[in-house]
């Protein structure tokens, strides 16, 4: 009797931590599915926080800027730009976007690991356009600041490093700590080699600042409601493309399909870019 006792007792444990497994389980699944749609609700959110923005009233902090200095290996015209990657490659992502944003902060902190990898194999170049969109908004001078160093990291050849960074440490909105030099400056020690005098004299100068304010300009001008705002060869695809919601298999998925029966880019990062 002692024997069946003990047999029954064991057997109840076993189908106790069976169900514990099972139940541990389904809880990992439901957590997997909560995650994945957190994802697509914040993109989806960040694209709603970036058309708040745009629309939104305010002075922009710009306005007074000395000479147009371009950095290193810009892209010039009516579009100014910071292009990355292998200037040969067949596809282009363009991308607005303003450091001061929370949504760029989201995508870039999202996105950044499968740009890079597409870069590097060289499936597309990335533009990136430098906005002052919250400057505008709400005050202050944090996205001029901001831009205007990731321009002086560009001189460098550090800019992707350094927008890294700047996305990676982004204050609060509300925060406008990237006014502060300073704080930009502190920032680049973060970047191995970028915190040289050169580098401090062009933040603290703002030598880029007008620069900038012509990227800004652009920006008004275009039918772009917010920031970041994301075109694969000049079709946007944030928050989604047709149908599609973005992620990082389908940004993958689609730069594939604009590439079919193309060349991957060979030549080497432009001057003022970096290889990865």
């Known amino acids: 009797m002692s024997e069946k006792n003990n047999g029954g007792t064991q057997s109840a444990r076993e189908r106790l931590q069976q169900q514990r497994q099972r139940d541990k389980a389904r809880e ?54 910071i292009p990355q990657g292998r200037p040969d490659a067949p596809s282009t992502l363009a991308i607005w976007e303003d450091f001061r944003c929370p949504a760029c902060a989201q995508f870039e902190n999202f996105f950044r690991d499968t740009v890079h990898e597409l870069e590097a194999s060289g499936a597309v170049k990335a533009e990136y356009h430098l906005a002052t969109l919250i400057d505008g908004n709400m005050g202050g001078s944090g996205s001029l600041r901001a831009a205007n160093a990731a321009a002086c990291a560009q001189d460098a050849g550090k ?12 204050p609060q909105e509300t925060d406008d700590a990237y006014a502060k030099n300073d704080k930009l400056i502190e920032l680049a020690a973060k970047v191995p080699g970028l915190d040289t005098p050169a580098f401090r004299s062009c933040v603290q100068d703002g030598t880029h600042d007008a620069w900038v304010k012509k990227s800004n300009d652009a ?31 389908n940004l993958k998925k689609w730069v594939a399909e604009a590439n079919k029966g ?9 001057a003022g870019s970096a290889a990865r």
Do not use: M, W
């Open 28 to 81: 990992k699944q439901r957590r997997v599915l909560i995650v994945s749609a957190a994802v697509v609700g914040v993109l989806g959110l960040a694209a709603v926080v970036g058309v708040i923005a745009a629309n939104s009233g305010g002075k922009d902090s710009s306005d007074k800027a000395g000479p147009v200095v371009a950095p290193t290996g810009a892209i010039g015209g009516d579009k100014p730009a």
């Open 262 to 270: 193309k060349k991957a880019g060979t030549a080497s990062p432009a």
């Open 219 to 249: 920006f008004k001008a275009s039918e772009f409601t917010g920031t970041p705002s994301v075109l694969l060869n000049g079709e946007s695809i944030f928050p989604q493309k047709g149908n599609e919601q973005i992620s990082a298999e």
């Open 159 to 170: 800019f992707t490093q350094y927008h890294d960074v700047l996305y990676i440490n982004q």
